[in-house]
């Protein structure tokens, strides 16, 4: 009788999770989450602070470990999946990150170039003397 | 059994007089679009921290002679923090199970320790800026600490309003149950707490992690 619900929508609203859930099953998908996150978040204090990587490489490194976290907290806090049922979400997330994308690094390239470019304000003072 | 679990789908109310009015025949269902909104609303709010953390790794290294976040940044803080922050934001989610399931003692029992832990998140948080402005580390020292300032300072922000509006749902479901407009409410809640600890994520990581990692 539970399972014989009728699927009215399509679609699901963020945070929501899609299917019919009972309360354990539900527990058990943020405990996982909870695993996940941790382990990474452990392997990011350690390699900030250990010698296991090439110095150089720490920040990309870094970087990939919290893209990876922030992937578990969406799929396992936020429930916002690849599924049909919850495209619409998953769009909206991709253009805001379309936007953060050009923000961040277009802001660290023109900066960069600027820096490269741009003569200091100390040597500009010294030749006008 | 299947009176919990229909309890669970989140279809409350739909005896209800009011919601009878609020549920169009065709088309989505008041919960989607509201969540939907909200959902917009935290995708523009995660812009706006891309831009604070966009003028912070363009100033990282205008330092003006001052400290560096390799003198400032304390990693056993930093951890503490990530630590309240990620539990806070699974006790936030079993307290939306706790109200979906109509069981009062789970709900309130994880909004108080939600509560708990962000509230010690934001007590750290205070006493780490206020040491950093002791040591003369504040945000009026260099562009790189002004950066952080604002950029670290907007999530505390975030924070705090969280834990207000926290207390309102708590009051809310208090004084008038697990209505369906209040547990629209608590999912825009629950997805504002979770997207703030992702936001802390990129912080802890690309913030203090690479701060202080060697280079």
Request: aromatic share 10%; with cysteine.
């Amino acid at each position: 009788m539970s399972t014989s619900i009728p699927e009215a929508h399509h679609d699901v609203a963020p945070g929501d999770e899609h299917g019919p859930a009972d309360i354990s099953h539900a527990i058990r998908g943020y405990l996982v989450g909870l695993a996940l996150a941790t382990l990474l978040t452990c392997v990011s204090f350690y390699i900030a602070q250990s010698t296991l990587v090439w110095q150089p490489s720490i920040p990309i490194a870094l970087s990939v470990l919290a893209l990876a976290q922030m992937g578990v907290h969406l799929v396992f806090f936020l429930h916002i999946t690849s599924g049909p049922d919850s495209v619409n979400n998953v769009m909206a997330l991709a253009f805001g990150l379309l936007i953060v994308m050009l923000l961040v690094f277009g802001s660290l390239w023109i900066m960069i170039h600027l820096d490269h470019n741009v003569m200091p304000m100390q040597r500009l003072m010294q030749m006008q003397r | 059994m299947s009176a919990a679990s229909t309890a669970y789908l989140g279809v409350a109310g739909r005896g209800h007089a009011q919601a009878l009015t609020e549920e169009p025949e065709h088309g989505p269902s008041k919960r989607i679009v509201v969540a939907y909104g909200f959902w917009i609303f935290l995708i523009s709010d995660i812009i706006l921290f891309s831009a604070l953390f966009a003028t912070y790794a363009v100033l990282t290294d205008a330092t003006a002679g001052g400290p560096t976040g390799r003198d400032l940044f304390e990693l056993p803080t930093v951890a503490v923090e990530t630590a309240c922050l990620l539990l806070s934001t699974v006790f936030c989610g079993f307290a939306g199970i706790g109200a979906q399931a109509r069981r009062s003692g789970m709900y309130y029992g994880a909004m108080a320790a939600t509560f708990v832990l962000g509230a010690t998140f934001v007590a750290i948080e205070l006493h780490e800026f206020a040491s950093m402005i002791h040591l003369g580390a504040g945000p009026g020292r260099s562009a790189f600490l002004s950066a952080f300032f604002a950029l670290i300072g907007c999530h505390g922000l975030h924070v705090t309003a969280g834990l207000l509006w926290l207390l309102t749902m708590m009051a809310q479901v208090y004084a008038k149950g697990f209505r369906a407009d209040i547990l629209r409410r608590l999912l825009c809640f629950a997805l504002f707490w979770h997207t703030l600890d992702i936001i802390w994520v990129a912080l802890f990581s690309l913030v203090y992690l690479v701060g202080v990692a060697p280079r």
